[in-house]
């Protein structure tokens, strides 16, 4: 395969997955805004995260079933202080999400940037670059 080839397939890649991610991060969005926030579930407490590769948990319990809501600092501060913040459930996905939580912007936005880099690597102008360098060294 050749190295053009492999940046070209890695950059589709990346597009489609930005596109899926996007799409998910939508669809929470039109989740918060058709359904009201739901008030009946039982609050069971939180677990902190142990070291920084971790997310805080927060145990939820919502028609007899128990869930683990995996969020970040932020939320957790809320609850500390008293303060809940709204929660949606995704019937179709038996999920349970705070609100702007079901998939942040940022992953998606985060996978079109590393798109846009391979994109940009994979370009004639730089393999040609890459190509002479190589050459240099191997000269030497």
Do not use: W
Request: aromatic share 16%.
């Amino acid at each position: 395969m050749k190295i053009r080839t492999l940046f070209k397939t890695i950059s589709c890649t990346g597009l489609a997955l930005s596109l899926a991610l996007y799409l998910l991060y939508l669809y929470g969005n039109h989740i918060e805004k058709t359904q009201k926030p739901i008030v009946d579930y039982q609050y069971n407490g939180y677990e902190e995260k142990l070291n920084y590769k971790r997310s805080n948990t927060i145990l939820i319990t919502y028609k007899s079933k128990q869930y683990k809501l995996h969020t970040g600092d932020r939320n957790l501060n809320k609850i500390k202080s008293g303060i809940f913040p709204k929660l949606y459930y995704a019937s179709e996905t038996d999920y349970l999400f705070f609100e702007g939580d079901y998939l942040p912007v940022g992953y998606a936005q985060a996978a079109l940037i590393f798109t846009f880099i391979f994109s940009g690597i994979g370009t004639p102008d730089f393999i040609t670059f890459l190509r002479h360098h190589i050459a240099q060294i191997e000269n030497q």
